[in-house]
Nanobody, 121 residues
Framework: QVQLVESGGGLVQSGDSLRLSCAAS?????MGWFRQVPGKDREFVAG????????NYMNSVKGRFTISRDNAKNTAYLQMNSLKPEDTAVYYC?????????????????WGQGTQVTVSS
């Protein structure tokens, strides 16, 4: 069983930046970041494969968010720049036993507890 712990969320103003971290208790493979607002389904934000050579993003964050990972530290990151109020959500880190990543929540085997990101206008 792998435990995932997110950190780095907070309250920022529109245009600011945040970096989320996801520390894993063990080796993980494909990893992703999702976000969820009350009353809506959890949505895919970004994913990265084990080697870091393949990434993907939801359209609304392309060019603003960057996913990366440090396998030596079993940690994934989500650098979020030019934040907008519509980015406000609880952000979740996810990991799966396969080396690739997926865009569906059902693809993942492990989840973090979430970290709140609030962007004020």
């Amino acid at each position: 069983q792998v435990q995932l712990v997110e950190s780095g969320g907070g309250l920022v103003q529109s245009g600011d930046s945040l970096r989320l971290s996801c520390a894993a208790s063990g080796r993980t493979y494909g990893m992703g970041w999702f976000r969820q607002v009350p009353g809506k389904d959890r949505e895919f934000v970004a994913g990265i494969n084990y080697s870091g050579t393949s990434t993907n993003y939801m359209n609304s964050v392309k060019g603003r968010f960057t996913i990366s990972r440090d396998n030596a530290k079993n940690t994934a990151y989500l650098q979020m720049n030019s934040l907008k109020p519509e980015d406000t959500a609880v952000y979740y880190c996810a990991a799966r036993r396969g080396t690739t990543f997926g865009t569906e929540t059902t693809t993942y085997d492990y989840w973090g507890q979430g970290t709140q990101v609030t962007v004020s206008s």
